[in-house]
């Protein structure tokens, strides 16, 4: 069974003076299923038609078959799995932000809201009152990570996807790197797995390290 994915919500990445970087990552988990997902069946990792032909569907999906694995589920093949897990990935080119090498921006510089993502930078600027001496344009890009848990034994009988729950991740940032994100990401809706939710998650130079180096 086919599954096409359309829309995600996604937030960023933030680094600020003088601290190290931290991916930000949003989850969004939605129940869709009055029926829980069933616990120590059998499953598979899908593709979506948007990524079933990308060379690196198979290492993503790795990191999602070692979350189910340590959850108890049992992998086998899509003709005989109670769960198929679909997984889907994009990055896209958002616009461009102020980045400065120097002195911090000063407040409301770069529009409400916005800051800068390079050194002296941040959502916070604290009480800059200098320029920046070399301020340059830094691309951004908007980072997605979708997993949809489905029933594929009902969905056999119906002939329709009989979805369970969906998790949808999001990070933007200045980098579309996704072998080094997609790891945060996939822990970041495990910790949510066939929950209804909302949440934020920031992960340190040290933590993010720590996720890539077990996946």
């Known amino acids: 069974m086919k599954l096409s994915y359309g829309s995600v919500v996604i937030f960023g990445l933030l680094t600020c003076a003088g601290c190290a970087q931290t991916v930000t990552v949003h989850v969004s988990g939605t129940g869709t299923s009055p029926d829980p997902i069933p616990q120590h069946v059998t499953y598979t990792v899908m593709p979506t038609n ?3 032909t990308d060379a690196a569907f198979p290492e993503y999906a790795r990191l999602v078959s070692t979350k189910m694995d340590a959850r108890g589920y049992k ?16 990055s896209t080119a958002v616009g461009t932000s102020a980045t400065a090498d120097g002195a911090p921006v000063p407040p409301m510089s770069a529009g409400a809201g916005m800051g800068p993502s390079g ?3 941040g959502d916070s600027y604290g009480m800059a009152t200098s320029t920046p001496s070399e301020a340059t344009s830094r691309r951004q890009y908007k980072n997605q990570l979708v997993i949809v848990v489905l029933d594929l034994q009902k969905s056999r009988g119906t002939g329709a996807a009989a979805e369970l729950w969906r998790g949808e991740t999001m990070n933007t940032s200045s980098s579309n790197d996704l072998t080094q994100l997609a790891p945060l990401m996939v822990e970041a809706a495990f910790q949510h797995f066939g929950e209804t939710t909302s949440a934020r998650h920031e992960f340190t130079d040290e933590e993010s390290k720590k996720i890539r180096e077990s996946q």
């Open 119 to 121: 050194p002296g930078g």
């Open 50 to 52: 948007e990524v079933e």
């Open 75 to 90: 992998k086998t093949t899509g003709k005989t799995a109670q769960l198929g897990v679909y997984l889907a990935y994009a």
